[in-house]
DNA sequence: TTAGATTCGGTGACATTGTCACCAAACGAA
DNA sequence: TTCGTTTGGTGACAATGTCACCGAATCTAA
């Protein structure tokens, strides 16, 4: 598969029939932006609709009180719903969306996705899909910072980063952002789950030692 | 206005054309529900995507741990874009609609739905205004509940619950739910606002005595 | 290479919020 | 009236957030 055809890396693009798929690729831009690249945020409104070909975007929020806190995550194979709600709403964004990866994105003018949600019932189910898991992550969410417990958050939030590694590159400080909480309180969580033995520290990263451990308290008893 | 060009109602319908307008009114269905009614909810998906003429719609979710928060609410003029987002994806609300007044509502089978984004640029605009603004919201929500300190959170809720009036009917164990907090916490905030003369309380009530101070709190400084 | 600045993580004291186990008063229904 | 339920109060304690520090590791520029 080349970067020509990219729609048929989207499992909800490439039921679309070939001549829409034809008209997305054709008006579609594809685009490389490096790690660290601010790709929206306050100001800095985007021209075009996002599909994440390749690396991950970040998209976070700073509060009045200077807080930060880590909303999710755009992978590889999904679209921005954001850029698109705030596309298609003229509204400011209050959060920014940061490249934590270099990236390869389709670029779509508004114009172009206007016609699409139009003309195509398939593409109107993916976009409205997209909404949908955004909007149900997000109840997720507020349900885990309001009532679940730090050190299950934090567990969890481990496993999730890790990806299957067992070294975790991020410093105390990061992982606050990413839990929204204090850098003091990632620092003491980690003590104790080393005082267990579930993980080791150094400098800049986390060594998973006991997944497992981490899973269970994180709740993952599948 | 009588309730048969209810599309008068929505700022954001007014705008489409006769024809939009006439099929929306002739495939719609104006219903009626009592206060207290679940509209909504686990096992309980709708059938039909909701104009809401009259009344307010609470939509809550209850947390894993037994735990409940109050959402947003959707208020006459409004539509229900979760509602939108769970018909469109088939999705399991993970969250619940429930009448706190009587209302009066239009109801649009999702087929008429699926056409209408289809046809119309004006219908489309609503819809995805009416998204982003929830995903904005709730941006807002996460905001608040991960930063914000409980007395500005309680003043900034109890101004918003009063609307206009001086005495809000409700209990401490309804506004815990309102703010994801525990009773007694409520309670407690409660009784140094009433310390500092800025409340009074009687059993199911609380009557506002210095707006002022509470907007003041809330960081209402406009 | 070294000196100074910056980043990273540790610590203790304290404030705020959440949890738990109670209690009594007010209220409502039989 | 009586009994069960709802509402709100309280104290002890745990968990988390805030603040003011500290030293060590790392980086940078002269």
């Known amino acids: 598969m080349t970067i020509e055809n990219w729609t048929q890396r989207f499992p909800g693009l490439a039921k679309l029939s070939a001549e829409t798929q034809n008209l997305l690729l054709d008006k579609s831009n594809v685009i490389s932006v490096p790690a660290g690249t601010t790709i929206f945020g306050p100001g800095n409104s985007p021209e075009n609709m996002l599909f994440l070909l390749d690396g991950t975007v970040r998209v976070q929020q700073v509060s009045e009180t200077g807080h930060e806190i880590v909303l999710y995550r755009i992978h590889a ?16 964004y209050s959060a920014e969306g940061i490249c934590e990866t270099d990236i390869q994105a389709a670029a779509i003018p508004r114009t172009v996705f206007d016609d699409l949600v139009a003309q195509s019932k398939q593409f109107r189910d993916f976009v409205f899909a997209a909404f949908s898991k955004r909007i149900t992550d997000l109840f997720l969410m507020i349900d885990e910072v309001a009532f679940q417990k730090m050190d299950v958050r934090l567990a969890d939030k481990l496993i999730a980063l890790s990806d299957g590694q067992d070294t975790i590159a991020t410093t105390h400080q990061k992982l606050s952002v990413e839990l929204g909480t204090a850098r003091e309180v990632i620092s003491r969580q980690l003590q104790e789950f080393q005082r267990r033995g579930w993980v080791e520290q150094s400098r ?10 981490l899973e269970n308290l994180a709740g993952h008893n599948h």
């Open 204 to 213: 800049g990263s986390v060594h998973l030692i006991q997944r497992n451990a």
């Open 77 to 92: 194979g999904q679209s921005c719903v954001l850029t698109t709600a705030c596309l298609l709403a003229f509204e400011d």
